[in-house]
């Protein structure tokens, strides 16, 4: 099998190698991709059936990028809630600690298109010296989020020190690493990766799959070494229209995760992140899918619909409303619209 890193290097880069493979406009996409970098690795690419598809729409430079007066460079206000570069801490028993700034593919509804792959993001040792040595001085922190970039775009060498470096924190209970790799560049799921991540443990990896056609054979097998290795798999998918924006595309994208093992964990309403607009459904269409799924299909394939308020101010579920009236008898709809009561014991809190 040809080495994934070998792989990444056949990545393109341009609209006008991509043009040799679809027949499209490449000069439209051009200052698109001046402001906001490509990288379509041949699997990924491979996964394209024709423009515009919903593969296409993740992957390739849009001109709408750029017509975007709406929506902010840092949504999450993750630069103001940065004690040491890199490193975000909003919760209070959890950090979220940047140490990649690369992907094997830029995805262009990435909320942090501001920063990944650009000069803006440059991660030093320093900065991974200082968001351990940060964590190691807060003890309230139980859980950190390894994300980035992609951190699995590291060498296995460098993901080990890191991870050991955390699991020398007696405080740190949990370690979560989110990464695209499972589905955008599978072949970096390695035997030898799989036996550093294992050494780490309770480790957890959350990954993101958007869209049924992302599942492929190579994807399972990624999914199963980890799954294998004991880690627990979630998946973190985006709400983008013209993308997965039907209960029938979730509905399959959904089913088809637990099949791999992977447990759907959030569906998120699109971030207000610049360049991304075009991708922002109206929050009654997610809200409505949920509807529809919940119930219909087994709980274990329902992630929790989630909006990342605007501002660092976190994320809250935008749940279906079930409640008709509250008394003492409590009126609900369930699933399938019937009318339903349950009676109260006592007062409310
Ligand atoms: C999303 C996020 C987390 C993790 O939130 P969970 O609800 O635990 O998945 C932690 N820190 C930051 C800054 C985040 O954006
Ligand atoms: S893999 Fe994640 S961090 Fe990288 S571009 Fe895609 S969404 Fe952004």
């Known amino acids: 099998m040809t080495h994934w890193k070998e792989i990444l290097q056949k990545s393109i880069d341009t609209p006008a190698e991509l043009a040799r493979h679809f027949d499209f406009d490449c000069s439209a996409l051009e200052a698109a991709n001046a ?4 990288r379509i690795n041949p699997y990924y690419l491979g996964l394209i059936q024709s423009v515009k598809d919903p593969l296409w729409k993740q992957a ?4 709408t990028e750029l017509l975007d007066s709406v929506c902010i460079p840092d949504p999450l206000d993750e630069e103001n809630l940065s004690p040491v570069p890199n490193l975000v801490h909003k919760y209070p028993d959890r950090v979220l600690f940047l140490v990649a700034s690369e992907c094997a593919m830029y995805c262009r509804f990435c909320t942090r298109k501001r920063k990944v792959a650009s000069s803006e993001m440059i991660i030093t040792d320093k900065m991974i010296d200082d968001g351990i040595g940060y964590i190691s001085k807060n003890p309230t922190v139980r859980e950190v989020l390894i994300s980035g970039g992609d951190p699995l775009i590291l060498s296995d060498a460098r993901l080990d020190s890191i991870l ?3 699991r020398g924190i007696p405080t740190v209970e949990v370690i979560r690493i989110g990464t695209r790799m499972p589905c955008t560049l599978p072949m970096r799921i390695t035997k030898e ?3 550093v991540l294992k ?3 309770p480790l957890y990896i959350n990954t993101h799959f958007n869209h049924p056609r992302e599942l492929t054979t190579e994807a399972t097998a990624a999914c199963s070494l980890l799954a294998d290795s004991g880690i627990p798999l979630g998946c973190q ?6 993308v997965n924006d039907t209960p029938e595309t979730l509905q399959k994208l959904f089913l088809g995760l637990l099949r791999m093992r ?6 998120f309403q699109g ?3 610049r360049g991304t607009n075009h991708f922002r459904t109206h929050s009654s269409i997610g809200i409505q899918i949920m509807r529809q799924l919940i119930g219909t299909i087994s709980g274990m394939a329902i992630p929790t619909l989630a909006l990342d308020a605007p501002g660092g101010k976190g994320k809250i579920p935008l749940t279906p409303d079930y409640i008709i009236s509250r008394g003492h008898q409590l009126i609900f709809h369930n699933y399938c619209g019937q009318t339903c009561s349950y009676p109260e014991n006592g007062d409310p809190v």
Do not use: C, E, I, W
Not at 35 to 38: E, L
């Open 164 to 166: 050991g470096r955390l």
């Open 193 to 195: 990766l799989v036996a």
């Open 60 to 63: 390739v430079p849009d001109p």
């Open 199 to 201: 050494k780490h443990h």
């Open 262 to 267: 992977v447990k759907p964990y959030y569906l």
């Open 35 to 38: 402001s906001f970098p490509m």
């Open 271 to 273: 971030d207000l992140t």
């Open 237 to 242: 998918t985006v709400l983008l229209k013209g």
